[in-house]
């Protein structure tokens, strides 16, 4: 049976600001099961983000409620529940890769071994083993992002957040990251939650793609891919990567305002 890990219920969320209320998610209702690769698609401003922000607690929804694996976000971030990637790597140019990985564990009061037997086997899960003493400005900008998943990973939480983590980065990069990225999930059997702007990169990585629409945001559509989970670059090229490809479209379509 499926287990739901995260489940978001009749959540809208309001900021209020100088320019009056910004509606920035409307009753959204979505379950996300363990295991599953969900994607979030839409349109500039439509609260892809803030979703996110509200599943990992750095924001609270006006209504409505959101757990994390049976527990509000609050609880689910004492307990380490998630990983979260941000847009831009953000690793502290003064340490080193290690040093930037082992930071957070550092501070929940590992213990050294600990630290060190966690930083290689985060750094193997990136394929970045042997950079671990290399400096972040050492490192390409995939590199950079790689090395911010594996401090995300550091934790060995069971969700992964990831706010549109290789949107700065070329195609080719990408889709590279996105295999690699397929085979993390793969071996380590997370949850992932994953913005994006990128058709291709939604339809490529997800079992399930949720589509939003602007003003407020809302979900326009929720797409089960029917593709296998086990996937290569490859498949971009068939009829039902195209199929799904369009189906996305339509939704995109259908939600935005052209204004
Ligand atoms: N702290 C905030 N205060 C006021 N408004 C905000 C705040 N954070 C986000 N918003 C607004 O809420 C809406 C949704 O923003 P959000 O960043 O979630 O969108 P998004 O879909 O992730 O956009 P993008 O793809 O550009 O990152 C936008 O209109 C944004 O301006």
């Known amino acids: 049976m499926n287990q739901t890990v995260i489940s978001a219920q009749n959540l809208s969320l309001t900021f209020q600001t100088n320019d009056g209320p910004v509606h920035a998610l409307k009753d959204i209702n979505l379950d996300i099961d363990k295991g599953d690769f969900v994607s979030f698609i839409g349109p500039s401003g439509c609260g892809k983000t803030t979703f996110l922000r509200v599943m990992a607690d750095l924001e609270t929804p006006t209504s409505g409620t959101v757990t994390v694996n049976g527990m509000s976000p609050a609880e689910a971030r004492m307990k380490r529940a998630y990983g979260y990637v941000f847009q831009a790597a953000g690793l502290y140019p003064w340490r080193t890769i290690g040093g930037n990985i082992r930071l957070p564990l550092e501070i929940m009061g590992y213990s050294r071994e600990e630290q060190a037997k966690r930083v290689a086997n985060v750094l193997e899960l990136v394929e970045l083993e042997g950079f671990d003493k290399k400096f972040p400005w050492q490192l390409s900008g995939g590199m950079q992002q790689r090395a911010s998943i594996a401090r995300a990973l550091a934790f060995d939480a069971d969700i992964l957040l990831m706010d549109e983590p290789f949107g700065a980065l070329d195609e080719i990069v990408r889709d590279h990251l996105n295999e690699q990225l397929l085979k993390l999930w793969a071996r380590t059997e997370k949850?992932?939650?994953?913005?994006?702007?990128?058709?291709?990169?939604?339809?490529?990585?997800?079992?399930?793609i949720v589509v939003m629409s602007p003003r407020p945001g809302r979900i326009a559509d929720v797409i089960d891919s029917t593709l296998p989970r086990d996937r290569t670059l490859d498949i971009r090229e068939t009829q039902e990567f195209a199929d799904i490809a369009h189906r996305v479209r339509e939704g995109l379509r259908a939600g935005h305002a052209y204004d």
């Open 191 to 208: 949850t992932i939650g994953f913005v994006t702007h990128s058709i291709p990169e939604a339809v490529f990585l997800s079992t399930k």
